[in-house]
């Protein structure tokens, strides 16, 4: 069962490749078939991202009417 924590983990993994694809997108050094390839991945993973934080929203909305409480990290991270 995924949890809301391994839920975000893996949007940001998602985060970290857009922003990774991004980059090569707009690298200027780039030729034309990487920045396609980067804008077509873009794409795909856009679309897996909007996707997982639909499913957040809904595990965070599902928690709330059941009266789970979000739970408190034991360390702190500063």
């Known amino acids: ?22 980059d090569i997108k707009h690298d200027a050094g780039a030729d034309d078939s990487a920045v396609a390839s980067a804008a077509r991945k873009i794409a795909v993973v856009n679309k897996q991202r909007n996707a997982m934080i639909d499913e957040i929203d809904i595990m965070l909305d599902k928690a ?7 739970m408190q990290p034991k360390v702190k991270i500063y």
């Open 1 to 22: 069962m995924e949890t809301i924590g391994s839920a975000i983990d893996k949007l940001t993994i998602a985060n970290i490749r857009l922003w990774h694809l991004e």
């Open 64 to 70: 709330i009417k059941n009266g789970e409480a979000p």
